[in-house]
T-cell receptor, first 116, second 113 residues
Framework: AQSVTQPDIHITVSEGASLELRCNYSYGATPYLFWYVQSPGQGLQLLLKYFSGDTLVQGIKGFEAEFKRSQSSFNLRKPSVHWSDAAEYFCAVGPNSGGGADGLTFGKGTHLIIQP | NAGVTQTPKFQVLKTGQSMTLQCAQDMNHEYMSWYRQDPGMGLRLIHYSVGAGITDQGEVPNGYNVSRSTTEDFPLRLLSAAPSQTSVYFC????????????FGPGTRLTVL
């Protein structure tokens, strides 16, 4: 079965600094990869996704992520964070199949704190 | 569009009680899912549906039932609540597949005493 590891439970970044959130996955083939963001008291919102093609994907709110097959990673980046980026970030992986067999497997999340 | 709505927002139950968490979407999405979110555990899939009349189990289905009589509604039933079911429950919907963008509701925070 697939698995997702987000090594950092908490990350603190100064406003205006760059950000990288790590995500490693375990899967036998090329997975579907996702990053979701959860603001306090809210549901999750999709930031970006990778299915195939260009390994650098652009998302909403100025985020991007790069799929590196050799490292089984899908790290999320932003060049300059804003105080409004403070939230919980989840990486998720899905089977690369045509059906809806098992749904998404989510990582445990990384809590991003923005320092003024 | 209201998107995905969930009721209630908060609920406290005693062990052994039953209840239904409501979920509705007005986007005509075929796919709907229920997740639970526990501290330090991320989200785990409970049940999902690929269309009206069709449901299937996810990663943690025990203790929960679902049905999908209409495209819009996907209620989650707890038959006999247990403290281990204390969690935040999210409903989500998507168009075209579970691996397309999922739209999440605001969640229901359930406490079982």
């Amino acid at each position: 079965a697939q698995s997702v590891t987000q090594p950092d439970i908490h990350i603190t970044v100064s406003e205006g600094a760059s950000l990288e959130l790590r995500c490693n996955y375990s899967y036998g083939a090329t997975p579907y990869l996702f990053w979701y963001v959860q603001s306090p008291g809210q549901g999750l919102q999709l930031l970006l996704k990778y299915f195939s093609g260009d390994t650098l994907v652009q998302g909403i709110k100025g985020f991007e992520a790069e799929f590196k097959r050799s490292q089984s990673s899908f790290n999320l980046r932003k060049p300059s964070v804003h105080w409004s980026d403070a939230a919980e970030y989840f990486c998720a992986v899905g089977p690369n199949s045509g059906g809806g067999a098992d749904g998404l497997t989510f990582g445990k999340g990384t809590h991003l704190i923005i320092q003024p | 569009n209201a998107g995905v709505t969930q009721t209630p927002k908060f609920q406290v139950l005693k062990t052994g009680q039953s209840m239904t968490l409501q979920c509705a979407q007005d986007m005509n999405h075929e796919y709907m899912s229920w997740y639970r979110q526990d501290p330090g555990m991320g989200l785990r899939l409970i049940h999902y549906s690929v269309g009206a009349g069709i449901t299937d189990q996810g990663e943690v289905p025990n203790g929960y039932n679902v049905s999908r009589s209409t495209t819009e509604d996907f209620p989650l039933r707890l038959l006999s609540a247990a403290p281990s079911q204390t969690s935040v429950y999210f409903c989500a919907s998507s168009h075209g597949g579970l691996y397309n963008e999922q739209f999440f509701g605001p969640g229901t925070r359930l406490t079982v005493l």
